[in-house]
C-alpha cells in the first residue's frame, strides 16, 4: 500500500481560505432581496479567483495520490491583491452571520432594509474606500427623521465594525459620524400614578383583552412587541410570574418578571392575551385622552421599579436591559412616595 502524506497544506478550510469565496444567503426565515445579495463580482475577480480554485483543486488531487504539492503559501501567494470586499459583498456575509446567529425575524427584516438603502449606488464601491462623508451624504438624501438616521448609522456601524473584526478594514468609516441630537433627548418620560390609573380603567371599560395587555406592559415592564407575542400560558399565575421566553423576547434571552400585587389584581378582572394589532391597543389609548410619549409603559414600569425596590440588578433582570443603562437614564427620575402610589394602583 502506497503511504499518503497528510495533505495540511491542502485541506478543506485552506482551501476555503485561499478562495475567500462568502455564500449568499438563500435560506432561512426571513425573505431576503435576490437583487440586493447577488454576487457581482467583476469579470476580473471571478476570473482569478476561478484560476485559485483550479489550482487548489489540482493540490488536492495531488495530496490524496501521494504526489508532491506546494506550501499553504505558495497557494496564497496566488489570492488577488488589492481586491477587497465590496459593500455588496459585506452586506451579504453580514446578514448571513445574524441570521445564523439566531437573530429574531422582526429584526432580520429591519437590518435588510437598511442595508437595501446603503447598499443602492454603492454596491459595487471596495468598502476600503467608503468614507465618512459617504454615510453623511446617504443620511443627508434621505427625509429620516433624526431618530431614524441614528438607527440606520448604528446598524452600519455594526457592519463595519462586523469587517474590523474579521480583518477586512482597519477602521470603521461610520464611527466619525456625527449623529443628529433627539428633541428631549436622555429625558424618560413616564406616566404619573394618575396617568396610568387613567388609561388602565379607560382600557377596563373599553376592552377588556387591552386592559389585560396594559396592565402586563405597566406593571411588568414588557416591551410592547414582547407584550404583542406572549400568550395565556405564559402567565404562570400560581407562580406569581410571567414568563417572556427566548423566542419571544427582543434579546432572544428568556426572562421571569414577578407579579406585583396590584398586576395581579388588574389579571383578575379578566380578559384574554390575545393577538391584536397596535391599532388596536391606541384606539383605547386615545379614548383616555392622555399624552402617550415613546415607551412610556416600560420607561414608568423600569423607574418606579427602581425607586421602590431600590436594587438595580433585580430591576435590569425583570427588565431586560444592563444596569448601566438603568443608572444612565433612570436612577432618581421618580420619587420613592410617587413609587409607592405606582404599585398601589389596584381596580
Known sequence: ????????????????????????????????????????MSQERMARALAILGNAFTEASNALLG??????????????????????ELINEFLLAKARAGRSDRYLRQIRVVMSSFNTGRGRTSIEDVAVHDIEQWTRNAEWSARTVRGYVADVRTMFNYAVRRGYIERNPAAGVELP?????????VHTPSQAQKILETARRADLDVCRRLAIRYFAGVRSAE??????????????????PAVKSKTRARRLVTIQPNLKAWLALGGELRGMTDATVRNVIKLAKVEW????????????????????????????????????????????????EFWAIVP
Do not use: W
Not at 502524506?5 to 478550510?13: D, L, T, V, Y
Open 67 to 88: 504526489k508532491p504539492t506546494r506550501s499553504a503559501g505558495n497557494l496564497l501567494s496566488q489570492v488577488p491583491r488589492g481586491c477587497p470586499l465590496t459593500v455588496n
Open 293 to 340: 410619549p415613546h415607551n412610556v409603559t416600560r420607561h414608568s414600569f423600569v423607574s418606579y421599579h427602581l425607586a421602590k425596590f431600590n436594587n438595580a440588578g433585580k430591576t435590569a433582570l425583570e427588565a431586560g436591559h444592563t444596569e448601566q443603562m438603568l443608572f444612565k437614564h433612570y436612577r432618581a427620575l421618580v420619587t420613592p412616595s410617587a413609587a409607592e
Open 227 to 244: 407584550a404583542n407575542r406572549l400568550t395565556e400560558e405564559d402567565l404562570k399565575l400560581d407562580q406569581d410570574l410571567i414568563e417572556v
Open 181 to 189: 441630537v433627539l428633541p428631549g433627548e436622555s429625558k424618560i418620560q
Open 1 to 40: 500500500m502506497v503511504s499518503r502524506p497528510h495533505a495540511q497544506n491542502c485541506s478543506r478550510k485552506n482551501c476555503v481560505q485561499i478562495l475567500s469565496f462568502r455564500p449568499l444567503i438563500s435560506k432561512g426565515k426571513v425573505k431576503l432581496n435576490p437583487a440586493l445579495l447577488s454576487a457581482d
